[in-house]
C-alpha cells in the first residue's frame, strides 16, 4: 500500500520519504497519499511559498505575469527552476525534489478533492497559494484565474472557464509536468503523478487533443515496462499491475480505444484472481410474471477478500458504507420488482432460458455456488473493474438496447453487494443512472438518481471562490458527509470519473432528453455554458435564440456598444475574445452554414483548433458542387494537429476512395485500424482500397501486421505459396481485412457478400474455397428469409460445383457403402465437397422456388452423387420455372427472346433430362442411395413428348415454322417411338 505522510511535514521527513521512494524506483506506482491537514502543511513550506511567489514583495516582481507576458504555468516553472540553480550539493537537491513532489501530489489531490470527490476544503486555495499582490480584490483574482485557464488550453481547446481552484491544477501541472526536475532519474512515483497530472489535464478540455495524448501514451509505454515486469524479475505486486491495467483501461476509454481497454480490464482481473461471468439465472423481473425466466445477473467473487474486515490499511479513514452511504432512490414502478426475484434452479426449466451470454455449464465452480440474490462483498479494485467494463461497453454502443441490457447488470452487482469504499459506490449508481436513461419504466429514477448525485458532488466540493455557486436545481434533500477525503481519492484513477461541472451539463442533457428543457437551460445558464445553451436551443429548433446566445459571447451590441433585450450583436468581434472562441465559432457556422466561421474559427486558435478543419472538410462535402480536394486537404490540416483522431483518418480515407487514390486510402484506413481495431466499416473499406492497388504499387503500402501474417497464412493453407510479384496478392490482403470486418460485424451480409466476391474472384488453384462456402453460407442466413433465392450468386456457386464434380469422385468420398448414415458423415465433415454439398443442402434448395438456373445447378449435384431420379427431378423443376416466367411474353405477347427460353429449356429438359436419365437405374453405381431399384422414368419418352407437344400447342399462333418451332418438331421426332 503506499505510504501515508503524518501532518508533522518537516523538510527532513520528507527527505527521507523521498530517499525511500528513489530506492523503490522499480517498485512503487501508486503515488504516496496525503491527508488534507498534511496538504495545508506542505503549502506552508518555505519551499512552497518561494515557488507560489509570496516573497516578492513589490508589483514589479509580477509585472510579466499580470501583462500576460508570462502565463502562470511559466511563472511556477521558473520558480522551481531558479531554486535550483544555485545549488550544488546533492543533499539539498534531493531534499527540495522531495518538497516539490509532495507539493505537486499535494495540489492534485486537493484539485480532485474540490472539483470531484469532495468533501470541501479546509482552507481556501487562494489564499494559500497566490500572493496578495495578485488577489488585491475580487477582480485581479477573477482576472488571474482567467488567465490561468488561458495558460491550459491546448492545441484550440480551452478548459470550462470556471473552473474551481484553478490554481491547485496549475500547481499540480507545473511542478509535476513542467518544471522537469523530478525526471528522469526521479522515484516512479513522479512518472506516475506525470501521467495523471496530463490525463486529468486531458479530462479538463473540451475535446481530446493529439499533443496530451501523445504525451499520455508516451508515459504509459514508460510505466508499462516497471509496473507489469517486463524485466527478469517482477519489480510490482498483483495489486500494483492491477491498478495500472485499471488506469489505463480507463484512458484507453477515455480516448475510444475500447477493445485495447477490455484487454486491460480481463487482465487486471487475472492479476487480482477476480472471477466473474455475465450469465443467466431464473427469476422474475416484473410482478405480473407467473414463470421464471433467464435474467442477465454478473456473478463475481474476490478472491481473499475478506468483507468484515476489507483488508483496509487505516480503520481511521474508513466507515461502514452499509450504515451511511450515497443516497440511492428505489424505483417505485407499479410493474418492476426493484431488484429481480430470483428462484431456485430446476432442471426441468432450463429449457426455457434464453440466450445468455455465457452458459451455466461453463461457469467455474466458485462461480457456480454464488446465490445470485446474495452474493458477497467485492475488493474495490474488483468493483471498479466492473463499472470500467460497464463504461467501455457504454462507451462503445450507448443506443443499443442490447447493450444496455448487458452493461446494467455490472453496475447492480456493485451496488447490490454494497462496495466498501465510498467514490465505488458512487460511481455505481451514476452508471446505472446513465443506463436507465433509456429505460422508459426506470427514466424517472434515472434522472432523480442523477439530480440527488448532482446534489450530493455540489455540496461536497462546495466553494465561495469562484463563478459558481452551490444554488443548484435541487428536488431532494442533500447528503451528508459521509467519507474522508482519503478515501474517495484511493481509487479515483481507477474509475471514468467526471468534474462537478461535466456532471451538472450531463444533468442539464438529461432534464432536456425528458423535455425538462427550463430546467435543462438554467443549469448551463448558471454555469455559463453559453455553447450547451445554443446547443440546447439547436436541438429545441430555436435557431434564432441559439445563434443570438452565441453572437453575444463573440460580437458588441449592433447599436453602438448599447444592449437591449432584441440585440442581435451585429457589432465588431469583442477584444479580446473568450478562450473558447474557436467552439463557439465552429457551432455558429453550423448554425448559419457559413464556412467563413470555420477559418475564423481556425485563425483565432493559431492555426491549432482542430475541428474547425474538420468542420471545413464536411462543408465541402455536404454541399453542391462538392469538392473532395478541398475537403481532404482541410481532414489534412486537422490530422496535422491531432494525427490520433480514429474519425479523422475514417472520413479522409473516405474522401479518398471516391478520388481514386487507393493507394492513399490504404494507408489511412491502415492508420484509422491501428487506432481502434474493432471499426469493422474501416477493415472494409480498407479491404475495397487494397482490391484496385496494382501489384507493382502494393510493394510501397504499408499494412497492418496481421493482415500480412493472416494473408501469407492464406496461402499456406491452400497450398500455392505465392511470388513475389503475385499478382493477387493484394486480393488475399483484402480478403484478410474483410476477415477482420465480418468479425466484427458478423451479421452484416454486406460485409459477407465482398469476402464472398473477393475470395471467389481469386482464380484457381488458389481459390480459398472455404471462405466462399462460408461468405454464402452467412448471406443466405443473415437475408435469405427475406430476400429468398435471390440471395444466391449463381456464377459462384456454378463454380463451387465445377471445382466438385471436376476434381473428385464421388465414390472417394464415401468411407462405408452399406450404412446411408456414413455418407452423411463424410458429406458433412470439413472437406470443400462436403462442406459444398451441406450448403447446398441446408441452405440453397430450401430457398429455390422460381429460378431455372439454380435448378439446373442442383440437378447436376444430384447426378454427381449418383442419385439420377433426383436429378430428373431437378431438371423438371428447372423446366417449369422456364416456362412459368416466359409463358406471358412468349405466348400473349409475341417476345421471341422469351419464346427462345422456352425452347432451350424444354430441348434440355428433353436430351439431358429425360433421354440422359430417364434410362438410368435408380440405385445408380452406388447402389444404396435410391433403393427402390428399376429404371428413373421408363415412360421418359412420353414424357418428353408431352413436354414438346404441350409447348407447341400453346405457341403455334404466335411461332409456327419459325427457327424455335423447327427445332421443337426435330427434338419430338427425335423422342418418337414405343414409350
Known amino acids: 500500500m503506499a505510504e501515508d505522510i503524518s501532518s508533522a511535514v518537516s523538510p527532513t521527513t520528507l527527505d527521507i520519504l523521498y530517499d525511500s521512494a528513489s530506492s523503490m524506483f522499480k517498485e512503487k506506482y501508486d503515488p504516496i497519499r496525503l491527508t488534507a491537514q498534511t496538504c495545508l502543511s506542505l503549502f506552508q513550506l518555505p519551499i512552497a511559498r518561494k515557488i507560489f511567489g509570496h516573497d516578492n514583495q513589490s508589483d514589479k516582481d509580477f509585472c510579466h505575469l499580470t501583462s500576460g507576458d508570462v502565463s502562470y504555468l511559466r511563472f511556477l516553472s521558473e520558480n522551481v527552476q531558479r531554486l535550483f540553480q544555485d545549488e550544488n550539493g546533492d543533499s539539498t537537491s534531493s531534499r527540495q525534489r522531495s518538497q516539490i513532489l509532495h507539493i505537486g501530489l499535494a495540489a492534485l489531490f486537493g484539485f480532485l478533492q474540490s472539483n470531484v470527490t469532495g468533501p470541501p476544503l479546509a482552507y481556501d486555495p487562494a489564499k494559500i497559494i497566490i500572493p496578495t499582490t495578485l488577489r488585491k480584490d475580487v477582480s485581479a483574482l477573477t482576472t488571474l484565474r482567467q488567465k490561468m485557464i488561458h495558460s491550459i488550453s491546448i492545441d484550440g481547446e480551452t478548459a470550462y472557464e470556471l473552473t474551481p481552484n484553478v490554481e491547485l491544477f496549475c500547481v499540480a501541472k507545473a511542478l509535476l509536468v513542467d518544471a522537469d526536475v523530478l525526471l528522469p532519474d526521479g522515484p516512479l512515483v513522479a512518472r506516475t503523478a506525470r ?204 443506443d443499443h438496447g442490447l447493450t444496455r441490457e448487458e452493461t446494467l447488470p455490472y453496475a447492480i452487482r456493485v451496488l447490490e453487494s454494497g462496495s466498501s469504499n465510498w467514490q465505488i459506490y458512487t460511481q455505481a449508481l451514476l452508471i446505472r443512472s446513465r443506463i436507465e436513461g433509456h429505460m422508459s419504466r426506470a427514466l424517472e429514477r434515472s434522472v432523480l438518481q442523477m439530480q440527488s448525485l448532482v446534489d450530493q458532488v455540489i455540496a461536497d466540493t462546495g466553494s465561495t471562490d469562484t463563478g459558481i455557486t452551490n444554488d443548484t436545481t435541487s428536488f431532494l434533500p442533500k447528503t451528508e458527509n459521509s467519507a474522508s477525503a482519503e478515501e474517495r481519492l484511493e481509487y479515483i484513477w481507477a474509475l471514468n470519473f467526471s468534474t462537478r461541472w461535466s456532471l451538472e451539463a450531463e444533468l442539464a442533457s438529461r432534464w432536456a432528453s425528458v423535455g425538462g428543457l427550463r430546467t435543462a437551460l438554467e443549469i448551463y445558464e448558471r454555469l455559463q455554458m453559453w455553447a450547451e445553451v445554443a446547443l440546447c436551443y439547436m436541438g429545441t429548433a430555436q435557431e434564432e435564440k441559439a445563434r443570438s446566445v452565441l453572437r453575444k459571447q463573440l460580437y458588441e451590441p449592433s447599436d453602438n456598444g448599447v444592449e437591449d433585450d432584441n440585440d442581435k450583436f451585429e457589432g465588431p468581434e469583442l477584444s479580446p475574445l473568450p478562450d473558447n472562441a474557436p467552439r463557439l465559432f465552429c457551432i455558429l457556422g453550423d448554425i448559419d452554414g457559413n464556412p467563413s466561421m470555420y477559418d475564423r474559427a481556425w485563425e483565432v486558435s493559431n492555426y491549432r483548433f482542430a475541428r474547425a478543419q474538420r468542420s471545413v472538410a464536411r462543408h465541402y462535402l455536404t454541399t453542391k458542387p462538392r469538392s473532395l480536394e478541398k475537403a481532404e486537404e482541410a481532414y489534412r490540416k486537422s490530422l496535422q494537429i491531432n494525427p490520433l483522431n480514429h474519425g479523422a483518418w475514417f472520413a479522409i480515407g473516405c474522401v479518398q476512395l471516391e478520388q481514386e487514390k487507393w493507394i492513399d486510402a490504404v494507408e489511412s484506413f491502415t492508420r484509422t485500424v491501428q487506432l481502434e481495431d474493432s471499426d469493422a466499416e474501416a477493415w472494409s473499406n480498407l479491404a475495397a482500397a487494397l482490391l484496385r492497388v496494382s501489384s507493382s504499387e502494393s510493394s510501397h503500402v504499408t499494412l497492418p501486421d496481421s493482415i500480412h501474417s493472416a494473408s501469407d497464412d492464406l496461402e499456406l493453407e491452400e497450398g500455392t505459396p505465392s511470388p513475389v510479384d503475385n499478382p493477387h496478392k493484394s486480393k488475399r490482403e483484402a480478403l484478410t481485412a474483410l476477415h477482420h470486418a465480418a468479425r466484427l460485424k458478423h451479421s452484416d451480409y454486406r460485409i459477407w457478400d465482398n469476402v464472398l466476391t473477393v475470395a471467389a474472384s481469386i482464380p484457381p488453384p488458389g481459390t480459398p474455397l472455404r471462405d466462399v462456402i462460408l461468405a454464402q453460407r452467412r448471406v443466405i442466413e443473415i437475408i435469405g428469409p427475406k430476400n429468398g433465392e435471390s440471395c444466391i450468386d449463381l456464377p459462384i456457386l456454378t463454380m463451387l460445383v465445377d471445382h466438385m464434380i471436376a476434381n473428385f469422385e464421388y465414390e472417394e468420398l464415401l468411407i462405408d457403402t452399406e450404412h446411408e448414415s456414413s455418407q452423411e458423415r463424410v458429406l458433412r465433415s470439413g472437406t470443400i465437397p462436403g462442406q459444398i454439398i451441406s450448403l447446398i443442402d441446408e441452405r440453397i434448395v430450401p430457398l429455390i422456388t422460381h429460378s431455372g438456373p439454380l435448378w439446373l445447378v442442383l440437378a447436376r449435384v444430384e447426378q454427381f452423387r449418383h442419385q439420377p431420379s433426383k436429378a430428373l427431378e431437378a431438371h423438371e423443376k428447372a423446366w417449369r420455372a422456364v416456362v412459368a416466367s416466359s409463358t406471358h411474353g412468349a405466348f400473349q405477347m409475341g417476345d421471341a427472346k422469351k419464346w427462345m427460353d422456352i425452347v432451350r429449356a424444354t430441348e434440355r429438359l428433353v436430351r439431358d433430362g429425360y433421354a440422359t436419365l430417364g434410362g438410368m437405374e435408380r440405385g445408380g453405381q452406388s447402389g444404396y442411395a435410391e433403393r427402390e431399384g428399376g429404371l428413373v422414368a421408363k415412360d421418359w419418352r412420353f414424357k418428353a413428348r408431352s413436354a414438346v407437344r404441350g409447348i407447341m400447342g400453346k405457341g403455334k399462333e404466335f411461332w409456327e415454322d419459325t427457327e424455335g418451332w423447327n427445332k421443337l418438331k426435330e427434338l419430338a421426332s427425335d423422342v418418337s417411338g414405343n414409350s
Open 195 to 398: 501521467l495523471r497530472v496530463n490525463f486529468l489535464h486531458q479530462k479538463l478540455l473540451s475535446e481530446v487533443t493529439g499533443t496530451l495524448q501523445r504525451l499520455i501514451y508516451d508515459d504509459l509505454k514508460d510505466l508499462e515496462r516497471f509496473v507489469l515486469g517486463y524485466q527478469e524479475v517482477s519489480p510490482s505486486t498483483p495489486d500494483d499491475r492491477a491498478r495500472f491495467l485499471l488506469e489505463r483501461a480507463i484512458i484507453h476509454t477515455h480516448h475510444g480505444f475500447d477493445a485495447k481497454a477490455r484487454a486491460d480490464l480481463e487482465q487486471a482481473a487475472v492479476e487480482t484472481g477476480f472471477e466473474f461471468a455475465l450469465t443467466g439465472k431464473l427469476g422474475k423481473r416484473t410482478k405480473f410474471q407467473d414463470h421464471a425466466i433467464s435474467q442477465l445477473v454478473v456473478l463475481a467473487k474476490s478472491a481473499n477478500w475478506d468483507s468484515s474486515k476489507s483488508n483496509r490499511s487505516s480503520s481511521t479513514l474508513r466507515h461502514d458504507i452499509k450504515a451511511s452511504k450515497p443516497k440511492t432512490l428505489d424505483l417505485n414502478d407499479d410493474t418492476l420488482f426493484e431488484a429481480i426475484s430470483f428462484s431456485k434452479e430446476d432442471k426441468k426449466q432450463t429449457e426455457e432460458k434464453a440466450l445468455i451470454a455465457q452458459d451455466e455449464s461453463s461457469l467455474s465452480p466458485v462461480l457456480s455456488s454464488i446465490d445470485p440474490s446474495d452474493q458477497p462483498e467485492l475488493n474495490p479494485l474488483d468493483s471498479a473493474n466492473l463499472l470500467a467494463i460497464a463504461s467501455a461497453i457504454t462507451k462503445t454502443s450507448p
